[in-house]
């Protein structure tokens, strides 16, 4: 593939960000997806942008993590972000989307674009000419094995997992009930359901006992010998089945935790709490929250069936597994996302180590924008360290082998000066936060980001 402009690879949140950034600032650009013609055993549809595991972009609260890097791509003009607001759902103070609505509106955005041809290919090999690789956690066996070889390194990959979708109007609303956490005011944007405490260790002890499905031969060995399967989940999604195993209250402190909930029945603090989020705009189907698993689907339903609420549930969508591959990008990105054997190759989403919708969406806002300026012969763009994007990018070019892992957003990223320290964690956040959008603004007038 020698052609002139852009090659895009891969047709998820970071691939459309950085097609239509690059496209909207004059780049014609390709951008090759390889489904239908090649599954990713994890889709479930043909469209760009289609998010596989939660409908949920995170924390909308400016003084979270995630609230912070949403804040500032909607200050940088994100296009996906855009369409998430557009495609919202309610769901108390996180931007929840219809899944559906939601790619519906990037596909047909990127399909019209007059500077974008969507290649249904797969791409098996690393593009000769100039090109943003953003092939994703599902990056092919053949276009994983050329990168790691581009790169001089084996790849790496972890398993993740996707949650249940359950059909609202199997859900029993004599036991389950509406609220969001310490909102005692308002209807509710989540549907709970109670547990006291036998329910609960009952759940747990069936939970671990289920059966689940077998890995598959290719996410424990690629016959390659180029891409080490280490076998390993990661931290961040861990299926609720192996998140049980780690203690008898571990679930009850983790995502089925009752705090800032009380059950209408009893007027008490539940033991635990299953919570239901809204996945489409009907409001017909249900995500439950937190239970990415791996086990069997009549396990899934048999064990499920034992929530209190969810006697008779029936599932739209059982959870699953998948293989997700990334690279080691301190040894491989400059924080401008280029590659450092060559200018003109970049890499994006989740494939270099950012976790999360948001994530993603930044990684490429930037190769987006920076590829364009390359092509064009313009300084390229690091964001400022100060803003959660500026850090997040320099924690996964910077970070050293033994600290090198997936991440996402969060406070913990931000450079501080003692001068600027606060014991209160929640004034340290507001600080952090008028502290990006004072800089990020700065830095947005100063460079000229939209011209």
């Known amino acids: 593939m020698k052609e002139n402009g852009l090659i895009v690879v891969g047709g998820g949140l970071a691939g459309c960000e950085a097609a239509w950034q690059a496209a909207q600032r004059g780049v014609r650009v390709r951008l090759y997806e390889m489904r239908p013609l090649v599954n990713t055993g994890a889709h479930v549809t043909d469209r760009l942008a289609e998010l596989v595991c939660s409908n949920s972009f995170g924390s909308n609260q400016v003084d979270r993590g995630t609230g912070l890097l949403l804040n500032e791509l909607r200050m940088l ?90 059909e609202a109007d199997t859900i029993n609303m004599s036991i389950a009930f509406r609220a969001s956490r310490y909102d005692q005011e308002s209807n509710g944007d989540y549907i709970n359901c109670p547990m006291n405490q036998d329910e609960y260790e009952y759940f747990v002890n069936e939970l671990i006992k289920a059966e689940r499905i077998p890995l598959r031969p290719f996410e424990e060995k690629i016959e390659s010998g180029v891409i080490s399967g280490k076998g390993q989940f990661f931290e961040a999604c861990l299926p609720i089945e192996v998140l049980a195993q780690r203690g008898k209250d571990a679930l009850a402190y983790g995502p089925l935790r009752p705090v800032g909930l009380r059950d209408p029945r009893t007027g008490k603090r539940p033991y635990a709490v299953v ?69 003109d190759l970049f890499m994006a989403g989740q494939i270099i180590g950012v976790e999360g919708y948001a994530g993603n969406i930044a990684s490429g806002w930037l190769a987006g924008v920076n590829a364009a300026r390359f092509l064009q012969g313009r300084l390229l763009f690091k964001l400022p360290r100060e803003t959660m994007i500026g850090s997040l990018i320099y924690y996964i070019t910077h970070a050293s082998e033994k600290d090198f892992q997936p991440m996402k957003s969060n406070f913990g990223l931000l450079p501080y000066s003692e001068d600027e320290w606060l014991r209160n964690k929640k004034q340290r956040h507001l600080y952090f936060v008028q502290r990006s959008k004072e800089i990020l603004g700065r830095w947005i007038e100063e460079f000229n980001v939209f011209d």
């Not at 989307?97 to 939601?102: I, L, P, Q, S, T």
């Not at 249904?120 to 953003?134: G, H, L, W």
């Not at 809204?278 to 064990?303: H, S």
């Not at 969508?317 to 997700?324: A, E, I, L, T």
Request: proline share 7%; charged share 20%.
């Open 77 to 166: 003009g994100s296009f996906l972000i855009r369409c998430a607001d557009e495609a919202a759902l309610p769901a108390g103070r996180a931007l929840a989307v219809d899944r559906d609505k939601f790619s519906q509106r990037v596909t047909k955005a990127i399909l019209e674009h007059p500077n974008i041809t969507v290649i249904r290919e797969e791409v098996k090999s690393i593009p000769e000419a100039p090109a943003i690789i953003a092939s994703g956690p599902l990056t092919s066996e053949s276009l994983s094995a050329s990168i790691a070889t581009f790169l001089g390194q084996a790849n790496l990959f972890f398993y993740d997992a996707i949650s249940p979708i359950v």
């Open 275 to 343: 919570q239901l989020r809204q996945d489409n705009l009907a409001g017909t189907l249900y995500n439950m929250v937190g239970f990415q698993t791996n086990l069997t689907f009549p396990e899934q339903k048999r064990v499920f069936r034992l929530i209190p609420g969810l006697e008779y549930a029936e599932f739209s969508r059982y959870g699953q597994m998948h293989r997700n591959t990334y690279i080691f990008s301190p040894q491989s990105l400059k924080p401008t996302l280029q590659t450092m054997r060559r200018p």
